[in-house]
T-cell receptor
Framework: GQNIDQPTEMTATEGAIVQINCTYQ??????LFWYQQHAGEAPTFLSY????GLEEKGRFSSFLSRSKGYSYLLLKELQMKDSASYLC???????????FGGGTRLMVKP | DAGITQSPRHKVTETGTPVTLRCHQT?????MYWYRQDPGHGLRLIHY???????DKGEVSDGYSVSRSKTEDFLLTLESATSSQTSVYFC?????????????FGNGTRLTVT
């Protein structure tokens, strides 16, 4: 079975740093994705981690610890446009199916 | 943007009627997926396809069927719509999931079953 947990909502201030956590308990693992979804729009790809450690991509970084079943998405220098839902998803062993967590709604305030 | 078109974008239908949603891609990707998104549940996989005429069930496949007769088209059918199928439906494509080929999503179809 698959169990992926994320906080439901978070609030942060413009210009600050925020960390969105994701924990997973899955029967198989072949990598973890993060997606961003603005209200009323389609999810868009942010990052993919398959090895332990930190992957940095501009203002966004993603971390993975496979032994702990844990990942986080780090957003730096927050901007108002970062207000969105952030979805964590685990790829199965066969590499053909993604299972998503419920998503974290981030509100950035001035 | 990945070339994915979903149609219709919005639909209202009555309980018990059949409904077909269409996903069309211009990327020639092998894998196509249908997800539904509901508050409190996130994105849940309904069915997916790994080639023409090759499909498999996801975690919430009951009440849904799919067909893929051409690489570019993936159809989702609700044989007899129920109110519990009111949702936003997303189609997604991939060449093979990983760093170089994440899922790319269409813009979604908002379906309301009255």
């Amino acid at each position: 079975g698959q169990n992926i947990d994320q906080p439901t909502e978070m609030t942060a201030t413009e210009g600050a740093i925020v960390q969105i956590n994701c924990t997973y308990q899955t029967s198989g693992f072949n990598g973890l994705f993060w997606y961003q979804q603005h209200a009323g729009e389609a999810p868009t790809f942010l990052s993919y981690n398959v090895l332990d450690g930190l992957e940095e991509k501009g203002r966004f970084s993603s971390f993975l610890s496979r032994s702990k079943g844990y990942s986080y998405l780090l957003l730096k220098e927050l901007q108002m446009k970062d207000s969105a839902s952030y979805l964590c998803a685990v790829l199965n062993n066969a590499g053909n199916m993604l299972t998503f967590g419920g998503g974290t709604r981030l509100m950035v305030k001035p | 943007d990945a070339g994915i078109t979903q149609s219709p974008r919005h639909k209202v239908t009555e309980t018990g009627t059949p409904v077909t949603l269409r996903c069309h891609q211009t990327e020639n990707h092998r894998y196509m997926y249908w997800y539904r998104q509901d508050p409190g549940h996130g994105l849940r996989l309904i069915h997916y396809s790994y080639g023409v005429k090759d499909t498999d069930k996801g975690e919430v496949s009951d009440g849904y069927s799919v067909s893929r007769s051409k690489t570019e088209d993936f159809l989702l059918t609700l044989e007899s719509a129920t109110s519990s199928q009111t949702s936003v439906y997303f189609c997604a494509i991939s060449e093979g999931l990983g760093y170089n080929s994440p899922l790319h999503f269409g813009n979604g179809t908002r379906l309301t079953v009255t």
